[in-house]
């Protein structure tokens, strides 16, 4: 059972307008939640995070929210580059006996054309 | 900046050969993942150790085996090398020190794009 979903494959926008990609999860024990961003050829890098307490988070272009009843969360680019064009993960965990393992979403693909 | 090292970008080998994936990092971090990165599947956990000698089984261990023998280097190894695990694999680590708390949680290599014929 996946515990953390990203249910858009793909995301095509505009430049300069705002992409949303959005992920939903199960376990509501999840501590942390994490966003990733991986071009092609190369390893997943880290984009932004957000502890389960709060319900946003804010670094420049980008700004993860948290609705912790609906177990979703978003993460909005504004405003969104050709570069920003890559597939972006969604990822959790709970700290409860765990060791520090992620859960990963299957990923959005993110085009955003000039 | 902690740096992931995994040994080959790109390697091609035959199906039934013994394949090694060798991954290094130079931060001290006592955690350390592989994972596979596959169109449609996301990122799935093969293994993962959390200290030297130490190892446990991921999500879908089934054809891999991993050794940590030195705190800094964590290999895969595909016993039998088999059509479906043409994959991107990737290495991660985490200290433990430092957590998941303000910083980027995982930091991975770059990645080894293996294709088994």
């Known amino acids: 059972d996946q515990q953390v979903k990203q249910n858009s494959p793909s995301l095509s926008v505009q430049e300069g307008r705002i992409s949303i990609l959005n992920c939903d999860y199960t376990?509501?024990?999840?501590?942390?939640f994490l966003w990733y961003k991986k071009y092609p050829a190369e390893g997943p890098t880290f984009l932004i995070s957000?502890?389960?307490?709060?319900d946003k988070n804010e670094d420049g272009r980008f700004t993860v929210f948290l609705n912790k009843s609906a177990k979703h969360l978003s993460l909005h680019i504004v405003p969104s580059q050709p570069g920003d064009s890559a597939v972006y993960f969604c990822?959790?965990?709970?700290?409860?006996?765990?060791?520090?393992?992620?859960?990963f979403g299957k990923g959005t693909k993110l085009s955003v054309k000039p | 900046d902690v740096k992931v090292t995994q040994s080959s970008r790109y390697l091609v080998k035959r199906t039934g050969e013994k394949v090694f994936l060798e991954c290094v990092q130079d931060?001290?971090?006592?955690?350390m993942f592989w994972y596979r990165q596959d169109p449609g599947l996301g990122l799935r956990l093969i293994y993962f150790?959390?200290?030297?000698?130490?190892?446990e089984k991921g999500d879908i261990p089934e054809g891999y085996s991993v050794s940590r023998e030195k705190k800094e280097r964590f290999s895969l190894i595909l016993e039998s090398a088999s059509t479906n695990q043409t994959s991107m694999y990737l290495c991660?680590?985490?200290?433990?020190?430092?957590?998941?708390?303000?910083?980027?949680?995982?930091?991975f290599g770059s990645g080894t794009r293996l294709t088994v014929v």
């Open positions: 990822a959790a965990i709970s700290y409860g006996g765990s060791q520090g393992n992620l859960i």
């Open positions: 376990n509501s024990m999840f501590d942390y």
């Open positions: 957000i502890s389960s307490i709060k």
């Open positions: 931060m001290d971090h006592e955690n």
């Open positions: 150790s959390y200290d030297v000698k130490m190892k």
């Open positions: 991660a680590s985490l200290g433990l020190s430092t957590g998941l708390s303000g910083v980027g949680g995982y930091t």
